[in-house]
């Protein structure tokens, strides 16, 4: 009975030893954490971001090879799908075709120019001989003038040199107004050579344009990464502007932390943070916020809460917070969209 009663005793002050110890291991933690959260804060609501961007078709056509699988890494510049180009090479060699045609016209209308040039200089040349011609055929009449007056010629005589005077003035005329037209025909035929050489411009920027729709046809990643899904196949017609595949962009990363209003007090741009990833258990990484947003999420949404209807109830609010990696290795083990806990250090 004594031992049974005995027994008993110490079994009771071992369960009331391990009560205390449990209690007081309970207000040990409880301090702890009370004094590290007044040190930090902390949230769950934060998860891993990237940029994930969709590589669109730039031009219409249908698909001859697709080059990628999914969830493949891929580096800039790799070519990720190849349409047929049939059309879009003829268009450039159509472009081509009225381009040297408009070259041609050109050629031609250099060729006119230096045939009027040629013909100022003919008539410059014919002036000066009419020019030389009407002087003596002038003199000559003035002098045939006077022995008419002398009675010293007959007026049959007088009248054929009249005549020949006559002629020769008509023909410097003719070569005065022969330069002029020859000097018309030129700046008519620069006109319309300005004006083809404008034209020229034109159809080479619709041959450029053909050539860089041309090139739309092979369709290359923009950055390093990863596809998403592969949702396209060959032989499928596919539009300008449609999305082909999204890449996932491997070498940035970074964490969008959603914090309480009432956590941002202590916090700003630089303080350091441990964080959390829950797919990785046990395993802290080092960050630092690089940018606080400047104004609550709820703010950035399609329809923002609006107080003033009257039917108000005080929710509290989360600010976005933008953490970055300290080191990059840390980005290569960790996924867009990952849920994390992140812990900034208040200073």
Known sequence: MKNSTHKNSFINRLLSVIAIIIILSGIIYFGVYLVSSSNSEETNDAQVESYINPVSARASGYITKVLFEEHQEVKKGDTLVILDNREYTFKVQEAEAILEDAYAQIQVLDASINVAQTGVLVSKNQIASAKARLWQQKQDNARFQKLLKDEAVTGQEYEQVKTRYDVAESDFNATENALLGNISKIKELQTRK?????????????????????????????????????????????????????????????????????QMSQMHVGSAVKISVDAFSGKTYDGKIEAIAASTGSRFSLLPADNSTGNFVKIIQRIPVKIAFVNEKDIEEVKSGMNVTVTVQNK
């Open 194 to 262: 300005a004006l083809l050489n404008a034209d020229i411009k034109r159809k080479q920027a619709v041959l450029d344009l053909a050539k860089v729709n041309l090139g739309y046809t092979i369709i290359t990643s923009p950055y390093s990464g990863k596809t998403g899904r592969k949702n396209i196949l060959e032989g499928q017609q596919v539009q300008l502007g449609q999305p082909l595949v999204s890449i996932v962009n491997e070498n940035q990363k970074w964490i969008t932390a959603n914090f309480k209003e009432t």
